[in-house]
């Protein structure tokens, strides 16, 4: 190392608290976690009556869906609605669970 680096590396960043970035990181995880939400009875009705009218229209859907501690939106075409896996699967090829969804919106 030249005199100049040895110079130029006490203004470097250091972690000065040990794990605090880490600790940080964590809280920001826990903040953008979400948990999965409880639908009524009725709100599955009425997510079972849009996906089935779009199913026999072959029309779009967007799904909003949770995953991983988040929620995000799929917008495809419904292929198939297993009721025994309990599953649905879009095109283009996307498979979602049921009880992963907690919105249907026709398009």
């Known amino acids: ?6 110079r130029a590396a006490k203004y470097l960043p250091f972690d000065s608290l040990k794990g ?9 995880q826990k903040l953008q976690d979400f948990h999965r939400p409880v639908l009524s009875e009725d709100e ?8 089935l009218e779009c199913y026999s229209k072959n ?11 988040v929620f995000r939106n799929y917008c495809g075409v ?15 090829k996307k498979k979602f669970w049921m009880e992963d969804i907690y919105k249907i919106i026709a398009k």
Do not use: C, H
Not at 1 to 6: G, I, L, N, V, W
Not at 20 to 28: G, I, M, N, R, S
Not at 59 to 69: L, P
């Open 59 to 69: 029309q779009a859907v967007v799904i909003s869906y949770y995953e991983k501690g």
């Open 20 to 28: 605090f970035k880490e600790a940080v990181q964590l809280e920001d």
């Open 1 to 6: 190392m030249t005199e100049k680096e040895r």
């Open 78 to 92: 419904v292929k198939k609605i297993d009721f025994i896996n309990k599953q649905i699967i879009l095109l283009p």
């Open 44 to 51: 599955k009705w009425d997510m079972n009556l849009v996906l």
